[in-house]
């Protein structure tokens, strides 16, 4: 979408945008990770800083990606400090929108000094569960505040993905859950998304295949009627 084809419709709003993926350190040359590119959070901030809103993108790890312009932009490496850097955001905004690819567990220990390799076989890696961010910010919003989540669903034996998507847009209490079919080189890497808009009022909207940009304004566009309907 060009800047001049997007109305000024977000003109005053205040929005927290999450991108990217945690890293989570095991020592001070290693961490666990995961294939977020980061684009769709990037998307989402340009986009809605496109359509006049104020915007905070807080940034994880992404592949390289040109700031957009108008947005300020915080880093957040890990989990934790992607945490916090919500928190902080999230206290003076109307609308939050947790695109980060967070990961769900950390080493529960990271190494001082780089792990060395000697003759006996390594240990595990144990892992500790890190806070869900979305959830907490969920259960601290401000009156008025629009909460909006990502899943990126692949759906296995257990059930589809459509399933799994409105199970947990119930359990994160959230008010729209963007959903991505992954898998088979869909989504992660690639320009191209597609997916379902499920809002907490029941309503599924279908999104067409297109570029994360088509996807942003389809969400902004959601966010906006789902905020019509509450005031
Ligand atoms: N999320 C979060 N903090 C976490 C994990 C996830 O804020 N520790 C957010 C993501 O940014 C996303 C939403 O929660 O907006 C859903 O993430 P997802 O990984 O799909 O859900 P989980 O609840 O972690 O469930 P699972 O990975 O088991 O499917
Ligand atoms: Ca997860």
Request: hydrophobic share 45%; glycine share 8%; with cysteine.
């Amino acid at each position: 979408a060009s800047p001049q084809a997007l109305p000024w419709d977000m003109r005053g709003l205040r929005v927290v945008v999450s991108a990217g993926g945690t890293r989570e350190p095991l020592d001070p040359v290693r961490w666990l990770g995961n294939r977020s590119s980061g684009k769709q959070g990037y998307a989402l901030a340009r986009v809605a800083a496109q359509r006049g809103a104020e915007v905070t993108l807080v940034a994880a790890h992404t592949v390289a990606l040109s700031e957009p312009a108008g947005v300020r932009v915080v880093q957040a490496g890990t989990a934790q400090e992607l945490r916090e850097a919500m928190r902080q955001a999230a206290a003076e905004a109307d609308v939050v929108v947790m695109a980060a690819a967070v990961a769900d567990f950390r080493p529960t220990g990271s190494a001082a000094y780089k792990i060395k390799k000697t003759e006996r076989e390594p240990d595990p890696i144990a892992l500790t569960r890190n806070p869900d961010v979305l959830a907490e910010l969920v259960a601290d919003r401000q009156p008025g505040q629009t909460m909006v989540g990502f899943a990126a669903e692949t759906g296995d034996a257990e059930g589809n993905i459509l399933e799994y998507a409105r199970a947990k847009l119930h359990r994160k209490g959230c008010d729209l859950l963007v959903v991505n079919a992954v898998g088979e080189g869909k989504a992660f890497e690639t320009e191209d998304n597609d997916g379902w808009l499920l809002a907490a009022d029941g309503t599924e909207t279908r999104i067409p295949f297109g570029a994360k940009s088509q996807l942003a304004v389809a969400v902004w566009n959601a966010v906006l009627a789902s905020r019509s309907r509450q005031s």
